[in-house]
């Protein structure tokens, strides 16, 4: 393992793998003394772009449980006219001995090129990529979606897959790198999922995608969602003509209280509420449904920092054998990124 | 008569790939073809295997002169050209200062005659700093030592319709053209890629085809209405060679031009996030470069143009989105068009040669270029090999640009020899001299 850049490319086994890791931090995070002295001495550099103070605190309080060394390096703006380039901040960051860097940035890609190029030697984490992917935010809602459903099946989360389960990811799919890792990963694990949004924020070649694509939340809830994942709305979709008003989203697209009451009333006890936060309370998801049992928003912020710890851990520790079962789904083969991501 | 050219015996050329004869150039012009030619202290150059082809016509050249020398020169882009097999290159006009006045077309074309590679045809503005407001001294720049007869926004699309049509219409006082960037700004803001299959992936903001297209569909009308010549830059879809047939077969008085890059290249490379196959307009899919090849074949598609965009290293080497946009072409167009048309069998070299070179020097009023290959014409000539195979390294280009999306790729074809008015500015696969007396030789149009 030498990148975690993407889930497009992620295979069945190394998903596995890392979740299955996760499981076992998840116990170090439960004792009194939180911590383990796996990557003492390691320096991992949690460079952000862009502003994320909840990424950017899981992947520290992951790195330091791991005994790491942490460095953020807060670079905002780099542009070649507006100040340091990503070559000589990357340059800069090898020189002094970062083993891994968790890259944040607006600009789709950019951490594959840290990736591609002899910038850098250290391994690189993709905390999110412009609207391209979301690495460990994917796996992070796969873990606990998996702990979900292997608590229903009555058996351990250890080794299991997704099969079966009926997933909706509902928003702005066209900006959102949380939906865009989501449908590669949790295809990979052998979901089942649609997406949900107003045609104005699907991508053109959305057909292609593993996946359903659906204009009506009601229908697809009515046919059955084990899992619904509301995605946030950001502010300037507002006035670009995606939608004729934040009210007309919220009554078609938004997971509302009539929409909590409708999975009581269809029989779907089982159903939880997933978001990836920060919640537009009001928007895209009502109060109501945020703070229900059925919301896990929580336990998807625990579970982040024991994916990371995860992620951290299988690229800095040295294994890198690569499992030879479970290559990637056709899709995935149809369609591949050019540089391995795990 | 320029009487230092010297004379040149070229033993076995096929002209056009046809039968191999001898060509005797002396003087600036081919004094005569035949077989078993000989002339008392003529230079014999032996062409076997070699095709013998016009000088080649590039209507659209970034040499970034004057105003980003750390790109490009006009002394090292004509380099690139004469070893790219070119005896002209129209100058696009998006340096700095823009070239929308006489005096900048003229800095450009003595700068052309002072390198003495090729001719330097100066492309002036549309518009005033290429702003899109208000219409640049066209008639002054058409006027002037460098004889504009194309002029281009090139970069940006003269969008406002209004303009647009005042522009057709007033070059026609002079047999201008106006060559259009067709790119509607509103739906390419923020553009990144062709939008579709991969964008969607990659989460890169989208270039739709029907931005090139509407504008080509509006333009070929206008075109029409006022009865004027329009020329459209790097069509890059399927969709536009459509409009462009569909304009053609009714009559209306338009060319078009594709690039070497989107006749091979594919949107597919941009999984690589590597910024050298970031481009406007971007690399499109399977399906368009198959649909560029048949109007190019046809004749849909008048001419190939390379496009060549050099850039600093450092414009290239950073994020995806913060990267300029551009690729460079000079020296590997040849080899790129033989790839994909010429080895494909869709075109032949007669044909290569109206692509390349007659139909451009027409399109650009180049009276003196682009033409036969006959006894008494000006010696404007390339010896090709089309045997050879050669690895794109840009680090051995002539281009200061090390931009070539070809990197590392094998290409069939190699430019031997690049005869300019008589004179050879590329021998023997290696650039040789600039033309002795280039800068008291009359350029261009007559």
Redesign the interface.
């Known amino acids: 393992m030498k990148h975690l850049l993407s889930t ?1 490319d992620l295979s069945l086994s190394n998903a596995i793998r890392i979740l299955d890791t996760a499981e076992e931090m998840s116990a170090v995070g439960e004792r009194e003394v939180k911590k383990l002295p796996a990557l003492r001495g390691r320096t991992v550099v949690n460079l952000f772009f862009e502003d994320s103070t909840r990424t950017r605190i899981s992947f520290e309080a992951a790195a330091k449980r791991l005994s790491a060394d942490v460095i953020n390096f807060a670079a905002k703006g ?3 006219s507006k100040g340091e ?3 000589d901040t990357a340059q800069t960051l090898s020189a002094m001995g970062a083993d891994a860097v968790v890259i944040r ?6 951490p ?2 840290l990736a ?2 002899d910038w850098i030697d250290a391994a690189v984490i993709n905390a999110g ?5 979301h690495p460990t935010q994917a796996l992070l809602d796969a873990f606990t979606m998996r702990r979900h459903w292997a608590r229903l099946a009555g058996t351990g989360s250890e080794g299991a897959d997704l099969k079966g389960m009926r997933v909706a990811i509902a928003g702005d799919v066209l900006h959102s ?1 949380v939906a ?1 890792s989501n449908v590669w990963l949790l295809r990979t694990l052998g979901a089942e999922v649609t997406l949900v949004a107003p045609p104005t924020l699907l ?4 057909e ?2 593993p996946c359903s694509v659906s204009y009506d939340l009601d229908q697809t809830l009515a046919n059955g969602v084990d899992a619904m994942m509301m995605l946030r709305v950001q502010g300037e979709r507002m006035n670009a003509s995606f939608f004729p008003s934040t009210r007309e989203y919220s009554r078609r697209w938004g997971f509302d209280d009539n929409r909590l009451r409708a999975l009581d009333d269809l029989g779907m006890t089982d159903t939880i509420i997933m978001h990836p936060g920060p919640m537009n309370r009001g928007l895209e998801i009502s109060a109501a449904a945020a703070d229900s049992p059925r919301s896990t928003v929580l336990a998807q912020v625990r579970n982040g920092v024991s994916v990371r710890m995860a992620a951290l851990y299988l690229l800095l520790s040295g294994d890198t054998r690569e499992p030879a079962a479970h290559r990637a789904p056709a899709y995935a083969a149809a ?5 391995e991501s795990i | 008569m320029a009487a230092n050219t010297g004379t040149y015996l070229i033993q076995g050329a096929a002209i056009l790939g046809g039968e191999p004869a001898d060509l005797l150039v002396r003087d600036g012009i081919i004094a005569e073809i035949g077989s078993g030619l000989s002339a008392d202290g003529a230079t014999v150059i032996d062409a076997t295997g070699l095709v013998a082809l016009p000088g080649m016509v590039d209507v659209h050249t970034h040499l970034r002169e004057p105003g980003r020398e750390d790109a490009e020169t006009v002394e090292t882009g004509t380099r690139a050209a004469a070893l790219g097999g070119y005896t002209a290159v129209h100058a696009m006009a998006n340096s700095t200062p823009v070239a929308d006045t006489a005096g900048v077309v003229e800095q450009v074309y003595t700068l052309g005659r002072a390198a003495g590679w090729v001719d330097v045809r100066p492309v002036g503005a549309v518009t005033v700093g290429l702003a899109g407001e208000q219409l640049a001294e066209l008639g002054a720049m058409a006027d002037s030592r460098a004889r504009v007869r194309m002029f281009s926004d090139d970069g940006i699309c003269v969008h406002d319709p209004v303009l647009m049509r005042r522009a057709l219409e007033y070059v026609k006082a002079f047999d201008g053209v106006v060559a259009q960037h067709a790119q509607e700004p509103r739906l390419t803001a923020g553009a ?1 890629m062709n ?12 270039w ?1 085809a029907v931005a090139e297209e509407s504008i080509i569909a509006r333009d070929v009308l206008l075109a029409r209405h006022v009865g004027s010549r329009l020329h459209v830059c790097h069509v890059s879809t399927a969709g536009s060679v459509e409009i462009i047939r569909w304009a053609k077969e009714r009559g209306i008085d338009v060319t078009a031009e594709v690039t070497p890059h989107h006749l091979l290249l594919t949107d597919d490379l941009v ?4 910024p050298v196959f970031k481009v406007n307009p971007p690399l499109r899919t399977d399906a368009d470069v198959q649909a560029l090849r048949a109007g190019l074949a046809d004749g849909t598609i008048d001419v190939v143009g390379t496009d060549h965009a050099p850039h600093p290293s ?2 290239k ?6 990267a300029a946009m551009g690729m460079t072409g000079l020296e590997t167009a040849l080899s790129v068009v033989q790839h994909a048309m010429i080895d494909t069998g869709l075109m032949t070299w007669a044909d290569f040669a109206r692509v390349t070179s007659t139909a451009a020097a027409k399109i650009g009023r180049l009276s003196d270029q682009g033409r036969p290959i006959e006894a008494g014409e000006p010696a404007n000539l390339i010896l090709v090999d089309p045997a050879a195979r050669w690895t794109v390294d840009p680090f051995q280009m002539a281009t200061m640009g090390r931009n070539s999306p070809f990197k590392g790729r094998e290409l069939p074809g190699k430019v031997v020899a690049t005869f300019f008015r008589g004179h050879p500015t590329v021998l023997g696969g290696a650039l040789n001299t600039p033309h002795p007396e280039a800068a008291a030789t009359p350029a261009g149009a007559a």
């Open positions: 497009e780099s542009s070649v380039s990503l070559k940035h607006w600009a789709s890609g950019a594959h090129r591609a190029t990529d412009g609207t391209h992917e790198r865009r991508p053109v070649g959305v292609k995608w369609a591949p990124s050019t540089k | 990144q939008e579709g299959d991969v964008s969607a992936v990659l989460g890169l903001t989208g739709p999984r690589s996030y590597d450092e414009h080497e950073c994020e995806w989105a913060q």
